[in-house]
Each structure stands twice: as C-alpha cells, then as structure tokens.
C-alpha cells in the first residue's frame, strides 16, 4: 500500500494479485490485502453486529453467526469499544461524589470539551484554539451564519450546490428569512451540467467569478451527500476570497474520511457532527471552526455562559468577557455522556494519522470500484442483464471512501434484498444505495463479502421487478 501515492488503486490492486498469482476477482486478493493492512487491528476497537441482530434478513439466506456487512459508516460509525467504559466512569463518578464531579477526574465535566478539542484540531487540520466542540451541526450553522452572513444590498446572496442536504438547504432559507430577503432571490444555486451527476470545479469557479460581487457567504459540503463526491475545497476558498466572499463548509462527510487542513486552507468556518465517520453515537456532539483570523473581528450573535473565557466564568460578575475565536460562540456546557463517547472514537484515529487511514481508503474503495464494474457493468450481449452505475468520480482525488450506486433494478428492492442477506448500507431517494468502506474498521474481505452477495441480491430484485410487471 505505500505505493499508493504514486499509482492508482488499479495498478496496485493489478500489481498485487500478479504478485500472489491470483486474478483481482479472487477472494485470495482480498485475504492478502487484509493480511498486509497495519490498519487491520482498529477494527478491533468497534463492536461489529452479527448478522443475527439486524431487523430484516432471512434467516435462509445468511449464517447469523456472522458478523454482518456494515458498509454504512457514512450514516451511523460503529460503536467504539470504550465508550461504555467511559460512559461508566462518569456515571460512576456521579454517583460518587456528585457535583464534584465539575472539576475532579479525567474529564472535569465544566472543562469536557476542552479535554477533546486537540485530539477533534487534528482530524480537522487546524489550531486547537480555532475549533469548539458543541451543539447540532445545524445549530452551529446557524450560529456561525448570524455572524458570516450580513447581507448588503449590493452582496446579499449565499451560493451552495443546488442539492445540498435538505438540514444546510433549510438553515440558509430560513438564515436569508430572518434578514427579511427571500430565499428565491438570494439562494444562488450550482446544478451539474446536463446528463451529469457531479459539479466539474471549473463550473463551480466560473459561477464565483461571474457572481462573486453579489455573493455573501459560499456554503458547500466538503463532500456531497449524495454523490460522494469531494470538493475542490483550497480552490473554491481561494476563489470566494477573491471575490470578498466569506466561505464556509460543511464537513459532516468529510471529517474522519478525508484529510483536512482548514487553517492551511483559509476556510472561514466549518462545522461538522460526529456520528458519522467519528463514531460518537447519533445525535452526538458536533464541531465548529471558524479560522484564528478572525478571533477578533468576527464575533457570536448569540452568547451564553460557555461564551465567557474559563478563568473568570464562575465570578458570577453578569458582565461578559468574551472567549476568543470559535470558543465565544459556546452557549452552555455539552452532556458528559456526548463527550464521553466523542473521547473514544477519537482515541482511537489518534493511534494512526489521517495520512494513513486516506492511503487505505484510496485502496479499499478503489477495490470496490474495479468489482462493481467487472461484475455489474451493462452487458451489451445481454441487455436483460441487471446492471449497476456509479455515480461518485472515478479519480480518487474527488472523492472519499463513498461509492454511490444506482441500478436497473429498483432500487429499494435491491436495499431489501441486501438487508436480507446481512448487509448494512445506505439508501437516499430518489434511487442512490451509498456503499461506504470505512479504513478505521472495515476490510478487504469486506468488500468482497459484499460483491459476493450483491449479485444474487439484484437478481431476485430483477427477478421481483419481471413478477410485478407479469401481475400488471
């Protein structure tokens, strides 16, 4: 895997399975690529279901002493294995020594952010001081929002792509209501070009550099959602910035799956959950950025008693002092319980680098990519044949660990056939599974596991789709 900086995933994949004198279909590749992973002993770290705890499989169809196909870290991460461990030790401390607890132990409840902050500044590439762990995702949107957002009567829009996830979509709508405009006016939006699935940079630039005068804050994923597809993020910050846009992004798929460098960037704000791709739980605490240039110019519109700075917060004086930076924008103290669970996930991406896990995950969906092609492309000597498409880029550049599939079958009869046979993915109307090899615990025999139950999955869902049609 080192020579993945060099070469694509196909060359090494090719490379490799000449080497053990195997075919790149073989199961054998898969065994050896896991065999040479020294990421392998992380997955030891997470709870993996067994396929006979998932709701829907057909006992008939599947081993239930299994451990399931979880291919869905891109919705919901595993459980970390310490996180009961570290929730117990709060409670136990609780139960102890009561309100104590504030300012005694590993984590001083009134200091729990803070202990996680620099492991959270590391997968985010930034200064510990320039991120904050709190909230929602969309309440620090919107937080960060209130204070970016200031619209002129010359500069008054926001860009983002035209299908941002509907939680982004709503907080700039109701952002642009709040300021009295109306979203149809102000909402600038960026649609792929005819019969294609993703944004080409160069439209994304040009749209900036025609608009920009116009433009008030850009708002982008830093992957899209739906695609998979990773965005051009230095050059559409340089791009805003030349333009006097502020520019933002919403991380929530990017963090934990690609490597991050928001301060070397000069991305304005960021914000991000952490359930995804970090394994903190759903609902767990989120993240903010917003970059150390700003620490003293950009202020909270909205503060509370996390906005005061530590050192006198408990003087009780009623007269703020404001934290620097992104820490003014804290409004109250997070749950424990939420940090608690934060604090073991990111343990364990501290025992490698984000450098690491991204040389793997090149090479695991890369594996991905050349199965599904080999075995589900259309067969023009077939055209019966149930076939699969990707719509996530082929360049490994554009792109995390994600591979967004759509079918010839339909799709939610295909989600229902995997989810018999054990397999956890990801579905999003209107016709999108989401495929997501995780680096942190997913493996080769994974994938492969996953090819193997695909075909007879779109199969019968063919098979379901030429019954319905005949009772029609």
Known sequence: MDSLTSCSPHAILEDTASKIGCSMTDEKLALYLDEQDKLRHLRDCFHMPKVRDLPEIDSELVDKD????????????????????????????????????????TRPWVLADDCIAELMAKLVGCKVEEVALMNGLTVNLHLQLLSFYKPTSTRCKILLEAKAFPSDHYAVESQIRFHGLDPKENMLFIHPRQDEETLRTEDILDVIERQGSSISVILFSGIQYYTGQLFNIPAITKAGHAKGCFVGFDMAHAVGNVELHLHDWNVDFACWCSYKYLNSGAGGLAGAFIHEKHAQTIK????????HEFKTRFCMENELKLSEGVNGFRLSNPSILLVCALHASLEVFNQTTMKDL?????????????????????????????????????????????LSLS???????????????????????????????????????????????????????NTSKVGDNNKL
């Open 300 to 307: 909270p519109a909205l503060t509370g008693w996390w906005s």
């Open 407 to 461: 079918f010839s079958v339909p799709v939610k009869a295909a989600y229902k056939e995997l989810e018999k046979r054990g397999v956890a993915c990801d579905i999003r109307e209107p016709n999108v599974l989401r495929i997501a090899p995780v680096p942190l615990y997913n493996s080769f025999h994974d994938v492969f596991r996953f090819i193997s139950i695909l075909g007879p999955a779109i199969n019968s869902a």
């Open 358 to 402: 991204r040389k793997k995950s090149i090479l695991l969906t890369g594996y991905l990519e050349y199965l599904v092609r080999y075995n589900f492309s259309p067969d023009k000597t077939d055209p019966k044949k149930p076939y699969v498409n990707i719509l996530t880029p082929s360049k490994f550049e554009e792109r995390g660990c994600q």
């Open 66 to 105: 299994q451990n399931c196909v979880y291919l869905c870290g891109n919705s919901l991460g595993l459980q970390p294995k310490k996180v009961k461990e570290y929730i117990d030790e709060e409670l136990d401390k609780w139960a102890k020594i009561g309100v104590h607890g504030h300012f005694l132990g």
